[in-house]
């Protein structure tokens, strides 16, 4: 075994972070094994394709798989560690956490745990997953200890949230420091030691369950951030007052910065994680609830301003350029652009969506009436009213000509 401890490690789930995850890794000598539900995920991996956009990840993932360091699997394999890297949404109706991936990735690892193994839970959770991790295991596998209970365990357990933006992926796994709350003293140790082949900023060693806070705590301070802008913009509507201007003229302030208003939140993160401090202490959260009020709130008011448009307009064609929660990226996930959309296809009215990343609607809209996916090109050409939803490049390059004489609602404020 290497002298670090680890030979081969296991990374179930291959999204925007488990797949760079085991890329990396593998590119540092381990024997990753990366565990996919999805077969067609799988497939492509094992040609050394990669299915999601993110800058350098194909070469990594490529070279990792040409030299055998890198395979996908659909079930876990016998190895020393194991990350997981899945999904955690929330419920749509009461906006509570769901654990059901979590919890089937979880109890996979069982017939495949030996004494020594290292278990790292890196998708966010609420306070005090990372216990239940241990315990739903310890029910496993009588035969081993864990360490809620355990201060010597067979097993070492751990949750160490991904800090990463995406267009940013490889070099912030790498480069960013990492808060790592073992169960125990030694499971927060032995972490770091993994960590510690292929990351190069600190290993800030804690609890558990103060780990899973601080994850929830980073994205309710940027949600709360951005709501105070969002609300901004929309009192700078009713007023009739441009928001860009007041936010930078507020902002020669030497101790204000207030952020960029925008058409809402998205992303699994920063749209998702605040509800789980929410659920975790629900009469205690009144400031990070309100400010994910108004954040789910802003793409239908901006829906709203845009229906009242077209209202003035025979037939109108409504182009919505942009699908993606953040710009340059292909991940749609709870991204406000969807949800624009689909309030204005209850209108009645064409709508044309433009997405340089996809190739086809993603299923929130495929088959809403009205609702096509179009170049850029032609959706300027035939729109009536332009909506810019998503500060893509390709964009930001629009001239202003290609604007003329349409009704322009511009999300992000870079055609001011």
């Given at each position: 075994m290497a002298e670090h401890g680890f030979d081969t490690l296991t990374v179930i789930g291959l999204g925007y972070v488990g797949l760079p995850t085991a890329a990396i890794f593998a590119n540092q000598g381990l024997d990753v094994v990366g565990v996919d539900t999805n077969v067609d995920v799988v497939?492509?991996?094992?040609?050394g394709e990669v299915h999601i956009v993110?800058?350098?990840?194909?070469?990594?993932?490529?070279?990792?798989?040409?030299?055998?360091?890198?395979?996908?699997?659909?079930?876990?394999?016998?190895?020393?560690?194991?990350?997981?890297?899945?999904p955690t949404p929330f419920t749509d109706e009461d906006h509570k956490p769901d654990l059901g991936y979590l919890m089937a990735a979880t109890e996979s690892l069982a017939p495949v745990l030996k004494a020594g193994d290292l278990i790292i839970v890196e998708?966010?959770?609420?306070?005090?997953?990372?216990?239940?991790?241990?315990?739903?295991?310890?029910?496993?596998?009588?035969?081993?200890?864990?360490?809620?209970?355990?201060?010597?365990?067979?097993i070492h357990i751990a949750h160490s949230p991904e800090r990463v933006l995406p267009g940013q992926v490889i070099a912030e796994l790498t480069k960013n420091d990492r808060v790592i709350g073992g169960l125990t003293p030694a499971c927060g140790a032995r972490t770091a030691a993994l960590y510690a082949i292929a990351v190069e900023?600190?290993?800030?060693?804690?609890?558990?369950?103060?780990?899973?806070?601080?994850?929830?705590a980073e994205n309710a301070y940027r949600d709360v951030n951005i709501a105070f802008a969002n609300e901004l913009s929309i009192i700078s509507d009713r007023l009739?007052?441009?928001?860009?201007?007041?936010?930078r003229l507020a902002n020669h302030h030497p101790r204000v910065n207030i952020l960029q208003p925008g058409p809402g939140v998205g992303g699994h993160c920063i749209a998702v994680d605040p509800w789980f401090i929410v659920?975790?202490?629900?009469?205690d959260s009144g400031l990070i609830r309100a400010a994910r009020k108004v954040n789910d709130a802003k793409p239908h008011h901006l829906s709203g301003q845009i229906?009242?448009?077209?209202?003035?307009?025979a037939s109108p064609v409504i182009a919505c350029l942009g699908l993606s929660y953040k710009a340059d990226i292909d991940d749609l996930r709870q991204s406000p652009a969807i949800t624009v959309i689909q309030d204005l296809s209850q209108g009645g009215h064409a709508v044309v969506?433009?997405?340089?990343?996809?190739?086809?609607?993603?299923?929130?809209?495929?088959?809403?009436?009205?609702?096509?996916?179009?170049?850029?090109?032609?959706?300027?050409?035939?729109?009536?009213?332009?909506?810019?939803?998503?500060?893509?490049k390709a964009f930001k390059e629009v001239h202003q000509d290609r604007l003329t004489g349409k009704t322009v609602f511009d999300a992000r404020g870079i055609w001011r």
């Open positions: 497939d492509m991996i094992n040609r993110e800058p350098d990840l194909d070469k990594i993932v490529q070279d990792a798989v040409s030299k055998g360091s890198l395979r996908a699997a659909t079930v876990p394999e016998v190895a020393d560690a194991f990350i997981i890297a899945v998708s966010t959770v609420p306070v005090g997953t990372t216990k239940a991790v241990s315990v739903r295991l310890a029910a496993l596998c009588p035969e081993l200890t864990f360490p809620h209970d355990n201060d010597a365990p067979d900023g600190q290993c800030l060693l804690t609890t558990a369950a103060t780990a899973e806070l601080v994850k929830l009739g007052i441009d928001p860009w201007e007041a936010v659920d975790s202490a629900p009469d229906l009242a448009a077209a209202a003035a307009t969506a433009v997405e340089p990343h996809i190739n086809t609607l993603p299923p929130e809209l495929d088959g809403l009436d009205g609702v096509t996916l179009t170049s850029l090109d032609d959706a300027l050409n035939n729109a009536d009213i332009v909506v810019l939803l998503v500060d893509h």
